[in-house]
Every structure is written in C-alpha cells, then in structure tokens.
C-alpha cells in the first residue's frame, strides 16, 4: 500500500473546452488537468479523426530510405529484415516482412530476429558473417528495425561486402551521430575513407526520431512506429498508398507492449491501429486471441498489456522470437494454431518463474529490510532466469516505489541483469554513470541492462544510490495520484463510458484514479477458480453502493470499520450485458479530513508549448503585467525581442503575479522555485529553447565571462553566469575547473559560495584531471538537455505544478 495519497487539485475547465468535448463535466476537468485545455488539441486526443499526423517524410531518413528500397524492389533485390526480440522489434520485423513482400514477393524478403541468450540485441557480427555466408540467397540489401542505430562494425562490414544498408530504429544514437546536423550526406552516405569503417554513417539511409527535436510529434515513435512511416511512404512511393493501413494492427501491439509514450502520433497510430487491431483477419493474431481468450471485437490496450503482450514477449524471454514473426506473418491457421499454443505454454512457464523470483526477491528484502534503505533496490541470486529479471524488477520498482536492479549471478561468469525505474527517475543515465563498476550497459529512462564483476554488487549498489539522487528528472512524491475526489452517487455506468473516451491508457496517459471517502464494505466474496480474487460492495452514507473489483487479493486484509477507497472506473462486459465495474487500486482507514488533502490554491495553467514565437499569442502578458523568466544567450530575435528575465532578476519581483515560462528551465528545482517565490495565479507555459546546452558551446561562453572579468578585475558571480546561461551552477562550476586543469585560468578564492576570484592561468594542464572534470561536466549537461526534453513533452500534471 503506498504511504502516501496525492491528491491533484481540481480544474476548471473552460466553457469553450466543455462544450466542445460534451459529456460528462467531469470529461473536460480531466483533459483540462492534463494540459488539454484548448479545445481544438482536447479534440484532436478523443477522436483521431481531429489529429493531423505528421507526413512520413518529416521523419528523418524515411525519403532516402523509401527511395532505396523501391529501387532495390524494382531490381528484384534480395533483402533481410534485422529485428530484435522484444514485442517491439517482433511487431517491426513482421511489418517490414509482410509489406515488403507484398511488394517482393515472398522469396526475396527474409528475417533474422536475434536470439535473446546467444546474441542479445543488436547485429553481432559474427551472426552476420555467418548470415551472409550460410544463406541460401546472398541478401542484396540489409534492413534493420528496432536496432542497429549503434553496430557500425556490423554496418561496416556488410558494406564492405557490397550490400546496401538501411537503419530503422528508434533508440538514441551514439553521441558524436546526434551531434551532426540530421541531413543526408553526413548522417549516412559517407565514404569509408571519411567516416572510418566501421561507423554507422556508411549506412545508405538512417531513420530515427531521436534526431528531431524535443516536442516533435514523431519523436516518442517506437520501433514499429518507424517502421510503419517508413512503409508509409514507401507505398506512396510505389503507387500503392492506402494499402499499408491493414498492417497498423501490429503497430498497435508493438506501441502498448514497448511502453510507448502514447502522445502525438504515437496515440494517433495507437488509436487507428486498436481499431484495425478489432477487425483484423490477420491469421496469426485471431489464433492468439483464441488461446489468450481476448474477444476480437473487444480488444484495448489493456487486452493487449495483460494477456496479448506477454505471451509474445514470453518467446523472446524463455525461447526463440523468432516464432513470433512468423506467426504474425502466416496464413496457414493450422500453423498459426501450433504457434500460439507454444506461445501460451511458454507464458505459463513465464509465470511460474515470475512467480517463483518475485517470492525469493521478497524473502531476501524481509531478511535484510535495509536493502531499502538505499535509492535502488539491487537484488543478485545465482539461480534466477535471464529473461524474467526484467519482469520481477519492473513488480518491486512499482511495488517499493523505487528503481530496482536484479542481477544473477551464475558461479565463475558475470554478473548481468535489468534494471527498471519509476516516474521521475532516469534509470538508464543513473547505471551509465556507474559506468566505472561496470562491464556493458545500455537503456533509456524507464528500463536499462548491465553486466559486471560479482565483486562490484556491493559498491555499485551505494554508487547508483548516489546516482539516482543526481538524475531524478522531476520532483514526484512517493505514493498515489488521485485525479478527482468523487461521491458514489455520481458514479455511474454513463460516466464510465464517458470517461473512456480518455483512452487508450498507459504511458503518457495514465488511467484516472479516482476517491470516494467513508464508504462500508457490505460485501465480500472471492472469485475466479482459487480464490484469488475478490469481489467487494461498498455503500456510503447515504445509502448508494457500487461494486468493486481486487485482483490478486487472497492474501490481503481490508482495514476495518469506513474505508477511503481509491478505484478505476471501467464497464464490464459480460454475456451481451454491460454493468459498471470499479476497480480496486487502494484504501485505508477513512480520514476525517481526507477531501481536504487537496491542496487548497488552485493555479490556472497555459500551455503554449510548440509556439514558433510569442507573437501568435495574443493572451500573454507582458512583462509589465506578469513575471517572466527568460534566460540564455538566444532569447529572441530582431523580428520578436524578449528581454532578458533571469531568475536573479526574480527574487525582488512583485509577488502574485502571472508567471511566464519563456525559456525551459534547466532542472525541476528551478521550475519549482519560481513557482514558490512568485506564488502566480496563472502560469504560462511557453518553453522557447533560449540555450545552447553542447559541451563545447558552454565552455566558450564561461571562457568569455573569464576573460571579460580578467579585464576588469571583477570577481565571478556563479549565480549569474548560471542564469546568463540558462543553465545550473554545477554546469557553471565544472567548466571553471576544466578551465583551470588546462592551465587557462586560476582560481584563487571563492567568496560567500557564490563569487569567485580568478587570475590568467599559467598554460600548464593536466590531461587526466580535465578528463575526469570533463567527464562530469558532460554528465551534468546530459541531465539538464534530459530535463529539456521532458519538459516540453511532459503533461502539464507530469510537471509538478499544482494545475
């Protein structure tokens, strides 16, 4: 049970957005609440006939990459498609196989979808010489999806070979790729002599979101998602637009099963595809639906996270994916039968081990509770399954609100494992800081893998402690969000069908969880053939009552006397009769003053994120009548000035004013500090990236302020070059001491914490102590472009504004 409740302060939504979306009010609350305040965008989520998606070839490489496999079709080339083994990488590998032999034909596409414990992600190149030379038909041109933003050996190789490359992924590219300008002709296409051989580059094509910029709506894609624009346009380049869209079926199942951020066009695909998804005639898909026992017709996100999902994902994890592929791509139903059979036996196998590792992990912490003690909860046992420490890991981070890290430890070999985080917490950056204990690592926010020496458990586990405090991308406190405090009167089967315009739920939008106070539980039964479940009914005061549904609920015990119950709403299906159904997610002991959690100012926010400049927004205030923060050495034009507004500038401002954000701001405390100081009743989020956050553009600057300081005997003032900057005092502090290890300043005295007194340096370095500095820097670089992009993505709730 989560010690804490947070519960989100109501918002009243406008006229225009109420009567716009109809229904039920408490519809537009909840968009309202989420950043959706404009009635056009509020639209535009509910129905994705409102959403303009991005054309494909607004996506990175995807016009180069559509032109080289239709001139490779039309030569009769033969391809290989390279996937990956999660769902993500199945749905891509079998979307690229079906569309590109429909365009082929079947002989001239193949797969290989690489073996989670002999290969594990990526092109090995050892898989791939062996590829090459033990097929039966050479592959003209490779194709990946899902992978190979970083096997430049791999890509080298085949193009050593004479084969034509294409890169399809959706993961962040090495850092000196995301540093190129995103145009053809230095992202790919170079020359061996140029890029080196062994470098991505020499690929004929790359496509990947990570190159567009924060806010982008492309940018949250998965892997199938990449691949579907890809094949989007290839199909338009073919003369054969339209036929693509019965392939979005699999786009959907790789965008709920890889957790995708459901926004933009990542929603707008998810929202087609559940629809394809409902009628679909795909063989393969209609023979795991039987044996999941999902009703075609019915299928949601849910259907495709709790029951679809983990029955793929269990080949990649205990076997081989590539058995997926080909049922997704079969027609035979005999076949695609035997398939989903092994994949339901395998799930169980699946839930056994899951089962089996959640109950050790749980013993180990009852022995040693002060495994909590630390920021992450790292576990290692010998015994555990490679493939499920990443599911176990993924139930105690949710479990114990904290990251958690599962390690086995098998005798004489490494140690290796997976990592998974919670809201707020970067866990990928947090192991890659680690990256001194460790031997491979690789992830992103939400999940990450690692290997080290056994030896090394114990220091990386106080280590990633240090670490997870250093990448906590925003301030989220521990607990439970509550979206609205309702009375069991006013639930009702309308209001749950209402409400489920929202979906689809997950990542990006979470399902609502709603509070009805001082309720009495009348009933309670259990269900479902052990047992483990339960079935309550709970009254209020005045007499209404509601029935609730607690899964895996055996072993727990209510409080007694009035509870405070905390639920999901949902409408239950059952024989050609719909009934509303609540869904257990907490309760405790009824609080006398549990409405009044609520925080009591309620702050009217604006979103006005993505506008190109301030002058499309005639509602904002100006400087005259509100705060503004502006900050960073780009502020502007001479088409649209803004006055530079620093947070230094902030402290003497009148307070109670409207707030507005121009600039990002560089870390969550900061945006949380503004908040506290100015006390606003109405914040404007307009987010102009006013900064230069690259390594070497930071050191110019701070190398400027010196210089000018040197010239007038002046004393550094942090603070202000921070703000000057648009960035931290850490960012600020670093680049002195790199200036100062390579003999370009010294620093003689700092003066109150805050000021620093500096003379000409002596020109003598030390290149190992630079590196070290430099290495932090850029760390703290990285946290603050991570924070930037979060913010101008994130919702408005997601951001800890109390809107």
Same mark, same amino acid.
């Given at each position: 049970m989560?010690?804490?409740?947070?519960?989100?302060? +109501?918002?009243q939504?406008s006229?225009?957005l109420?009567?716009?979306?109809?229904?039920?009010?408490?519809?537009?609350?909840?968009?309202?609440?989420?950043?959706l305040?404009?009635?056009?965008r509020?639209?535009? @989520?509910?129905?994705p006939q409102?959403y303009?998606?991005a054309p494909?070839?607004?996506?990175?490489?995807?016009?180069?990459?559509a032109?080289?496999l239709?001139?490779?079709?039309?030569?009769q080339?033969?391809?290989?498609v390279?996937?990956?083994f999660?769902?993500?990488g199945?749905?891509?590998?079998?979307l690229?196989?079906?569309?590109?032999?429909r365009?082929?034909?079947?002989?001239?596409?193949?797969?290989h979808?690489p073996?989670?414990?002999?290969?594990g992600?990526g092109?090995?190149l050892d898989k791939?010489?062996a590829r090459?030379a033990?097929?039966?038909t050479?592959p003209?041109?490779?194709?990946?999806?899902?992978t190979?933003?970083?096997?430049?050996?791999?890509?080298?190789?085949a193009?050593d070979q004479?084969?034509?490359?294409?890169i399809?992924?959706?993961?962040?590219?090495?850092?000196d790729l995301?540093?190129?300008?995103?145009?053809?002709g230095?992202?790919?296409g170079v020359?061996k002599a140029?890029?080196?051989?062994s470098?991505?580059?020499?690929a004929d094509?790359i496509v990947?979101p990570?190159?567009?910029?924060?806010? /982008?709506?492309?940018?949250t894609?998965?892997?199938?998602?990449v691949?579907y624009?890809?094949?989007?346009?290839l199909y338009r380049v073919?003369?054969?637009?339209?036929?693509?869209? /019965?392939?979005? /079926?699999?786009?959907?199942?790789g965008?709920?099963?890889d957790?995708?951020?459901q926004?933009?066009?990542?929603?707008?695909l998810?929202?087609?595809?559940?629809e394809?998804?409902r009628?679909t005639?795909?063989?393969g898909?209609?023979?795991?639906?039987?044996v999941?026992?999902?009703t *075609?017709?019915?299928?949601?996100?849910?259907a495709?996270?709790f029951?679809?999902?983990p029955?793929?994902n269990?080949?990649?994890?205990?076997?081989?994916a590539?058995?997926?592929?080909?049922?997704?791509?079969?027609?035979d139903?005999?076949?695609?039968g %035997?398939l989903?059979?092994?994949?339901?036996?395998l799930n169980?196998?699946?839930?056994?081990?899951?089962?089996?590792?959640?109950?050790?992990a749980?013993?180990m912490? !009852?022995?040693a509770p002060?495994?909590?003690?630390? #920021?992450?909860?790292?576990?290692?046992?010998?015994a555990?399954h490679a493939?499920i420490v990443g599911?176990?890991?993924?139930?105690?981070?949710?479990?114990?609100h904290?990251?958690?890290v599962?390690?086995?430890?098998?005798?004489?070999?490494?140690?290796?494992?997976?990592?998974?985080?919670?809201?707020?917490?970067?866990i990928g950056?947090?192991i890659?800081?680690?990256?001194?204990?460790?031997l491979?690592h690789?992830?992103?926010?939400?999940a990450?893998?690692?290997?080290?020496?056994?030896?090394?458990? /114990?220091?990386f586990r106080?280590?990633?402690?240090?670490q997870?405090?250093?990448?906590r991308?925003?301030d989220i406190?521990?607990?439970l969000?509550?979206?609205a405090?309702?009375?069991l009167?006013?639930?009702?089967?309308?209001?749950?069908?209402?409400?489920?315009?929202l979906?689809?739920?997950?990542?990006?939008?979470?399902?609502?969880?709603?509070?009805?106070?001082?309720l009495?539980?009348v009933?309670?039964r259990?269900?479902?053939r052990?047992?483990?479940?339960r079935?309550?009914?709970?009254? #209020?005061?005045?007499?209404a009552t509601?029935?609730?549904i607690?899964?895996?609920s055996?072993?727990?015990?209510?409080?007694?006397?009035?509870?405070?119950?905390?639920?999901t709403?949902?409408?239950?299906?059952?024989?050609?009769e719909?009934?509303?159904?609540?869904t257990?997610?907490d309760?405790?002991?009824?609080?006398?003053?549990?409405v009044?959690l609520?925080?009591a100012?309620?702050v009217?926010v604006?979103?006005?994120?993505?506008?190109?400049n301030?002058d499309?927004?005639?509602?904002?205030p100006? +400087?005259?009548?509100?705060?503004?923060?502006? !900050?960073?050495?780009?502020i502007?034009s001479?088409a649209?000035p803004v006055?530079?507004?620093?947070?230094v500038?902030? %402290?003497?401002?009148t307070r109670a004013? +409207?707030?507005?954000?121009y600039?990002?701001?560089?870390?969550?405390?900061?945006?949380?500090?503004l908040?506290e100081?100015?006390?606003p *009743?109405e914040?404007?989020?307009?987010?102009?990236?006013?900064?230069?956050d690259?390594?070497?553009?930071?050191?110019?600057q701070v190398?400027?302020?010196?210089? @000018?300081?040197?010239q007038r005997?002046?004393?550094?003032?942090?603070?202000r070059?921070?703000a000057?900057l648009?960035?931290?005092e850490?960012?600020?502090?670093?680049?002195?001491?790199w200036?100062?290890?390579?003999?370009?300043?010294?620093?003689?005295?700092?003066?109150?914490g805050?000021?620093?007194?500096?003379?000409?340096?002596a020109?003598?370095s030390?290149p190992d102590e630079?590196?070290?500095?430099q290495?932090?820097?850029?760390?703290h670089?990285?946290e603050?472009?991570?924070y930037?992009?979060?913010?101008?993505?994130?919702?408005?709730?997601?951001l800890?504004l109390?809107?």
């Open positions: 989560p010690a804490t409740w947070s519960i989100l302060p +109501p918002v939504p006229a225009a109420t009567a716009s979306v109809g229904g039920h009010p408490l519809l537009a609350q909840l968009l309202a609440q989420r950043g305040d404009d009635p056009a509020a639209r535009a @989520f509910l129905n409102h303009v998606p494909p070839t607004t996506l990175t490489g995807v016009a180069e990459a032109e080289t239709d001139a490779a079709i039309r030569r080339a033969n391809i290989l390279w996937g990956d999660d769902v993500d199945q749905t891509s590998t079998s690229l196989v079906a569309a590109l032999r365009l082929a034909g079947d002989e001239c596409v193949q797969f979808v073996n989670r414990f002999s290969e992600h092109m090995r791939l010489k090459i033990g097929a039966e050479r003209d041109l490779i194709i990946t999806c899902d190979g933003i970083t096997d430049g050996e791999a890509v080298g190789f193009k004479g084969i034509t490359v294409v399809t992924d959706h993961h962040d590219p090495p850092p995301l540093a190129l300008r995103p145009v053809a230095e992202l790919w020359s140029e890029a080196g051989p470098s991505v580059r020499r094509a990947n990570k190159f567009l910029p924060a806010g /982008d709506p492309l940018r894609l998965p892997g199938v998602g691949a624009k890809l094949v989007q346009e073919a003369g054969r637009s339209g036929e693509e869209t /019965d392939l979005l /079926d699999l786009v959907a199942l965008i709920v099963a957790v995708a951020e926004v933009h066009d990542a929603r707008y998810l929202q087609l595809g559940l394809r998804l009628t005639r795909r063989t898909l209609l023979a795991l639906m039987e999941a026992r999902v *075609p017709g019915a299928v949601d996100s849910e495709i996270g029951q679809l999902g029955r793929m269990a080949l990649g994890r205990l076997e081989d590539t058995v997926a592929v080909e049922l997704l791509t079969t027609r139903p005999i076949r695609a %035997q989903a059979a092994r994949m339901e036996r169980q196998q699946r839930r056994l081990f899951t089962s089996q590792i959640t109950a050790v749980l013993e912490i !009852e022995r002060s495994l909590l003690d630390f #920021n992450g909860l790292v576990l290692a046992h010998p555990w493939g599911i176990v890991a993924s139930r105690l981070a949710e479990q114990f904290k990251p958690t599962l390690l086995l430890t098998p005798p004489g070999e490494a140690a290796r494992g997976s990592a998974r985080s919670i809201p707020g917490v970067d950056s947090a890659a800081a680690c990256g001194p204990l460790l491979t690789g992830g992103h926010p939400g990450a893998g690692l290997s080290l020496l056994p030896e090394n458990i /114990d220091r106080r280590e990633l402690d240090r997870i405090d250093r990448h991308t925003q406190p521990p607990g969000t509550v979206d405090v309702l009375h009167e006013s639930v009702s089967l309308p209001l749950a069908d209402d409400l489920r315009r979906a689809p739920f997950g990542n990006g939008n979470p399902m609502p969880n709603f509070l009805s106070t001082h009495t539980v009933e309670d259990r269900l479902g052990d047992g483990g479940h079935r309550l009914v709970v009254r #209020n005061s005045t007499g509601a029935p609730v607690w899964f895996k055996a072993d727990i015990d209510l409080p007694t006397g009035p509870i405070d119950l905390v639920y709403l949902g409408v239950n299906e059952f024989r050609g719909r009934s509303l159904q609540l257990y997610v309760s405790r002991p009824a609080h006398e003053d549990a009044t609520t925080p100012k309620v009217q604006h979103d006005c994120r993505g506008a190109a301030v499309i927004l005639p509602d904002l100006g +400087p005259d009548r509100a705060v503004w923060y502006a !900050e960073g050495i780009h502007g001479d649209h006055a530079y507004a620093p947070r500038q902030i %402290q003497a401002q004013r +409207p707030l507005v954000l600039s990002v701001p560089p870390t969550p405390d900061l945006l949380a500090w908040h100081t100015v006390h *009743p914040i404007y989020l307009v987010g102009q990236i006013t900064t230069d690259a390594l070497d553009d930071v050191l110019r190398a400027g302020m010196c210089k @000018f300081a040197l005997g002046q004393a550094l003032h942090i603070d070059m921070a000057r648009g960035t931290t850490a960012v600020i502090r670093y680049s002195l001491l200036l100062q290890s390579r003999g370009q300043i010294t620093m003689l005295d700092w003066q109150s805050d000021q620093v007194l500096i003379e000409r340096g020109g003598q030390d630079a590196l070290w500095i290495a932090q820097l850029e760390q670089l990285a603050v472009r991570a930037r992009r979060y913010f101008l993505r994130a919702a408005v709730h997601q800890g109390p809107a």
